[in-house]
């Protein structure tokens, strides 16, 4: 059989075979002309109607023979739809179930009576965020798709979400809000089921929404939609091995399980390792990893065989639309027995379609909102709508595509022509035709009762679109004991995993890639630019960080219910008025640098190229807030009073900080506001000192600016010492975890100085140690247990009457030093001769303090242990050491227990460094987000990846929407400098790090953004000596 493949011959008839002639019979044509050369039969059409979003019908005229694609590149050319592949045509079969229809089938084998069916366009692939979709075209088209699922009861949510969308569509409709129009456009047309219940709270939303334009209507209907449980959803009825009745849907994500409206499991592509069917049966094969070597074949049952290929069709498109860069090849067929099914995917993938728009594939022309009255939106004339994400060379960009979004931001004075065919043949001299009756719903409408349903709160002068939806991961008031409505109690709840799959564009994505990257457009050059992108950037970042508090922890608290109910609402009354602050400010920031860059690309100069007045607006508005900010330490101390006082909580706080959310000490989130004031300072100080050659803001941004910078040092100064105390209690709460043998760590007046480590003489030699240096006694401490987490203390010496000497040229282990206490002496030794420096001069300024200090000296940790007896004011305390620290000095960060390997304190025990006071002080200033390239040594290519630097470690995301952090990298210890010739980097802005053979590569997108990252790594890696206090740096 193998010698036959992909041959073929050509099978003679009987008569061939026999050697007769083929019987020609009388012709009646031409001499010369067979039966064959004369005129064809013209081949059969049909018209066929084609129900668009807008309700309207639209005949197109093909061959029933023909394949889909034939219609699809019809309907696709008459709309001039560019994203065409997000979309698709269905049909209803025999069953009355809703099917795709096959661009490489024939129509007629897959359309029943294709004369008397109604096909109608829709949305097929639902990305995760609206700012993916690059055209204000198809965001229209979406926001109608989206208003059809609000209508069929497919996008379920509650009454007060569903008034919201509404509104929304509403504005985009009839504009401005005007009661006597708006029920009479609301008697005429139906948004929500049950319409007349909600018409009082969509009136009163649409009053809020003055001034908003449809394509900002249209962008936040998206922005508020897939926020929802039900958002891209379409359920296909299935049971389990057990019988029990069950939905199958599949997103972006992966395969989705529900029970009723519930999702009950998510199986994320990156964990499926094959998707098959057999009659109808569906089954999912699972990677080993994920469930060990037993039940990794995961079975369905639906319907009908039919059905079960259907959802295995739809599974196949999905993955390869949003996980694959191009399009798989299609299968050889076999020349005798085929297996299995041959269907492939045959439109572009989402990969492919953003670069075939970024690289201008069709000429944009104007197009019209059919029943909107204001009938004029040009794209791509118009300035973009705020983007999601940072991305190379471009400004503000979506964070998984790598074009901006255009959108307009108002109507042009004139209304042009429809596009041509937009309106031609439709049925009735342009009269929209009704199509055929809507499908019914779903699946019932289920109200949440555990969403509230109240606005929340806003803090002064924000727009009031701005509020929350009820269905939106976003904190509920701080008087509601119930939880959001998307209640993020875990990842595998919700699906939520940041490895969503290759990289689905240049902004986002991690997959490796040796192509150089187009050049594009170009970007506003000026420094006050780039200050306001990483104002952006780090504002994201810094949203996200407060969600951890208000979305993931209010949802665990609520549902744990072990946090008192006064603590409760101290808690959150503070930091939701902060929270919703800055949504506000992100949203702001985001419009006015999608304005900015792309009056840079017309070359177009105006009151766009500014953020004075942005920032002038928030900053008094953060001024305003001033008492939530002071009752900070308030939270973290009855917090703190509480968790030691209820199991309950403590447990919780415990387990909280164990979920990838929670990638810094919960503590640490509490100190993010004051913070990022201290941030804003510097960055608002450096908008207001151009560089050379900067020409700076024009005069009246310069005078905001300045304006701003003095509201927020008015803040700071005020704050200052609040912001002193408690990132002290935050580190002092945060070391009593990780000690043990001591209790009462935390004393008014004790202030962590330094810690690191050092080691220590004793029998055995040089032991490793950690030491902890505070403002009254010098703590050290060992690891309590091998592959423990924890240290154990092993000393404790007053700084009253402590002599520090410098014995290197007596000792044989340089870089060592004797502390001579009241009752003990020990030598130690330090990794270097600048750590060696740091100690010492640490413990000569804070034994200086504490001989001159005029406050009463804290009183010392309880259950400390007992001093040996005091030896030769000249001679070494030799300490006995257990058997289990014989390996102490090999400690590593893997195997770190329940506590997290990327603290400080770990870091340095496995650094052999140390972190001061000061080096925590100058990291506040120095945080900073963004997309950076990285590479390995060994490695070829490039992998853009979301990165986060803060507490002196660097988090790496896939997007900067992921909620929790793929790896993370601390750099006390790394080096920081510019690649050699060694390397074999010829790119630009690329620094590198390194510590002893790892080795890693950055590379920013511009000269400022490399600027600044190489200063605030700079901070982290090396920590240079400073000395002073916080409040004089300040």
């Given amino acids: ?207 809020e929404l003055a001034g908003q334009t449809p394509a900002e209507s249209d962008f936040q209907v998206l922005e508020i939609a897939r926020k929802l449980d039900m958002y891209g959803i379409r359920f296909h009825s299935a049971s389990d091995r057990e019988g029990a009745k069950i939905k199958l849907a599949v997103s972006h994500t992966g395969v989705l399980v529900f029970q009723s409206s519930t999702r009950i499991n998510t199986f994320n592509w990156s964990r499926l390792r094959k998707l098959s069917f057999k009659r109808k049966r569906f089954l999912i094969k699972l990677h080993p990893e994920v469930h060990g070597p037993y039940q990794d074949t995961l079975e369905f049952v639906l319907g009908s065989r039919d059905e079960c290929k259907n959802f295995w069709k739809i599974c196949v498109e999905h993955h390869t639309f949003f996980r694959l860069f191009d399009q798989p090849k299609p299968k050889a067929k076999a020349v005798l027995f085929s297996r299995g099914s041959s269907f492939r995917y045959s439109g572009r993938t989402q990969k492919q379609l953003a670069d075939y728009v970024k690289d201008g594939g069709m000429k944009r022309v104007p197009y019209e909102r059919r029943h909107s009255k204001t009938r004029m939106s040009l794209r791509a004339l118009k300035v973009d709508l705020p983007r999601q994400s940072l991305s190379f060379s471009e400004g503000v960009r979506t964070p998984v595509t790598p074009s901006p979004t255009a959108t307009s931001f108002c109507s042009a004075p004139a209304s042009p022509p429809a596009p041509p065919g937009l309106h031609d043949s439709q049925v009735g001299g342009g009269s929209s035709e009704t199509g055929p009756p809507a499908p019914g719903a779903w699946w019932p409408a289920a109200e949440k009762s555990s969403v509230v349903a109240a606005q929340p709160p806003r803090p002064p002068a924000l727009q009031p679109h701005q509020g929350l939806p009820a269905e939106s991961p976003l904190p509920s008031p701080s008087t509601q004991r119930s939880p959001p409505g998307l209640s993020p109690l875990g990842l595998a709840a919700r699906g939520l995993s940041p490895l969503l799959g290759p990289v689905l564009s240049d902004a986002a994505g991690a997959g490796m890639d040796n192509r150089e990257e187009p050049r594009r457009k170009c970007v506003p050059a000026d420094e006050a630019y780039f200050i306001a992108k990483e104002i952006l950037a780090t504002e994201r970042t810094y949203l996200k960080d407060l969600e951890v508090i208000t979305v993931w922890f209010r949802s665990a608290v609520v549902k744990a219910d072990a946090m008192p109910a006064d603590l409760m609402t101290l808690l959150f009354s503070n930091i939701d008025p902060i929270y919703e602050l800055h949504r506000g400010f992100l949203r702001e920031v985001e419009q006015r640098l999608a304005l900015w860059e792309e009056s840079s690309s017309t070359q177009a100069t105006g009151s766009h190229q500014r953020i004075g007045d942005i920032l002038l607006r928030n900053m008094l508005q953060l001024k305003a807030l001033t008492g939530h900010f002071q009752q900070l330490q308030e939270v973290l101390t009855e917090l703190e009073a509480a968790s030691r006082r209820l199991r309950r909580l403590e447990a919780l706080r415990r387990d909280f900080e164990l979920q990838k959310v929670c990638y810094l000490p919960f503590n640490a989130f509490l100190l993010k506001p004051l913070q990022r004031l201290r941030h804003y300072r510097l960055l608002l100080r450096r908008l207001c000192a151009p560089g050379p050659g900067d020409p700076g803001p024009h005069s009246q941004d310069r005078a905001d600016l300045r304006d701003a910078l003095q509201a927020i040092t008015e803040v700071t100064s005020t704050l200052q010492h609040s912001l002193v105390q408690l990132e002290n209690l935050q580190r002092l709460t945060e070391l009593q975890r990780d000690l043990v043998g001591i209790e009462s760590l935390v004393a008014p007046g004790r202030e962590l100085i330094r810690e690191g480590c050092l080691h220590k003489l004793t029998r055995k030699g040089l032991q490793q140690r950690m030491f902890f240096l505070f403002s009254d006694v010098l703590l050290y401490a060992s690891r309590d247990a091998a592959g423990s987490s924890l240290f154990r203390m092993r000393g404790l010496l007053p700084l009253r009457g402590m002599l520090v000497e410098d014995q290197e040229s007596e000792r044989s282990v340089p870089p060592c030093f004797t502390i001579c206490a009241a009752q003990k002496t020990i030598v130690v030794a330090a990794s270097t001769q600048l750590e060696k420096a740091k100690w010492l001069h640490d413990l000569n300024t804070a034994i200086d303090a504490a001989k001159t200090g005029s406050t009463p000296a804290p009183a010392p940790p309880a259950r400390m242990l007992c001093p040996l007896p005091r030896g030769s004011p000249n001679e070494a305390s030799l300490e006995p050491e257990p058997e289990d620290e014989a390996g102490g000095a090999q400690g590593s960060v893997a195997g770190m227990g329940q506590r997290r390997a990327n603290t400080t304190v770990h870091v340095c025990w496995c650094r052999h460094t140390s972190v001061s006071r000061a080096d925590h002080s100058a990291a506040v200033e120095n945080q900073l987000s963004g997309y950076l390239l990285r590479k390995f040594k060994n490695s070829s290519g490039w992998q853009k990846l979301w990165v986060v630097f803060t507490n002196f470690c660097l988090f790496f995301y896939k997007t900067h929407q992921d909620n929790h952090p793929l790896a993370s990298l601390p750099l006390l210890g790394y080096s920081v400098s510019l690649p050699g010739d060694t390397d074999g980097i010829h790119k630009e802005h690329v620094f590198k790090l390194q510590f002893k053979s790892h080795v890693y590569f950055f590379r920013a997108d511009s000269k400022y953004t490399f600027g600044r990252w190489m200063e605030v790594i700079q901070t982290a890696s090396t920590s240079a000596e400073r000395a002073g206090t916080p409040e004089e740096k300040a």
């Fill in 1 to 207: 059989m193998g010698e036959l493949e992909g041959t073929y011959r050509v099978l003679q008839t009987p008569g061939a075979r026999l050697g007769t002639t083929t019987p020609v019979g009388v012709s009646t044509l031409e001499p010369g002309l067979g039966p064959l050369a004369g005129a064809a039969r013209p081949a059969m059409r049909t018209q066929l109607r084609v129900q668009l979003l807008d309700d309207s019908i639209e005949v197109f005229d093909v061959e029933p023979k023909c394949d889909g694609q034939v219609l699809l590149t019809q309907v696709w050319k008459r709309l001039n739809l560019i994203e065409c592949d997000y979309f698709g045509l269905e049909f209803q079969n025999v069953q009355s179930c809703w099917i795709w229809l096959e661009p490489m089938k024939p129509i007629i084998r897959q359309v029943r009576r294709p004369k008397n069916a109604v096909l109608r366009l829709a949305v097929k692939f639902f990305p995760p965020d609206p700012g993916q979709l690059q055209e204000e075209y198809t965001r229209y088209l979406f926001a109608l798709q989206l208003k059809r699922d609000l209508l069929e009861e497919r996008l379920t949510c509650t009454d007060t979400t569903a008034a919201l969308l509404a509104s929304h569509l509403l504005q985009a409709e009839v504009g401005d809000y005007d009661e006597a129009l708006d029920r009479e456009h609301l008697r005429a047309h139906e948004y929500v089921p049950r319409q007349e219940r909600a018409l009082h709270r969509i009136l009163a939303f649409h009053r």
